[in-house]
């Protein structure tokens, strides 16, 4: 399972215009933000939250412009590729590794399956900030 964390604390901290010295009796919550985030990305290098203070139109709508761009044709997805002098954009390996499933008995490279990969990276428009 997916750890989720809450990162409200955080958001709250963030978004109050006081000076963040200030904080007190809020100390434990934060403690506790940052330790769920450590445990998770030490125990499963990954996690979701929750109360971030995102809108669901702009996640739903990031979602289906992600879903709409990976549905077209591949020369317009290649338009749009990553370059040597700006690391954003389209990038497909088609066999960046093999999938394999814990039934096979045999595994040989003509039991393998192609896994293919298929990325956007977006990024700050300054290459310094890279």
């Given amino acids: 399972m997916i750890p989720v964390i809450d990162i409200a604390p955080l ?19 934060l403690e506790n933000v940052v330790k769920s985030i450590a445990d998770a990305c030490q125990t499963y290098g990954f996690f979701a939250i929750i109360n971030h203070g995102v809108d669901t139109a702009a996640i ?11 549905d077209m044709e591949s020369s317009v997805k290649q338009s749009v590729k990553m370059a040597d002098d700006y690391p954003y ?17 045999c ?11 298929e990325t956007f990276s977006i990024g700050p428009m300054n290459s310094e900030l890279s």
């Fill in 107 to 117: 595994i040989t490279q003509d039991t393998l399956s192609p896994d293919s990969k």
């Fill in 60 to 70: 739903d709508d990031a979602w289906n412009a992600s879903i709409e761009f990976f």
């Fill in 11 to 29: 958001v709250n901290l963030c978004g109050d215009d006081t000076n963040s010295s200030k904080v007190t009796s809020e100390d434990h919550e």
């Fill in 89 to 105: 954009g389209y990038e497909n390996y088609e066999s960046l590794g093999r999938s394999t499933s814990p039934d096979d008995d």
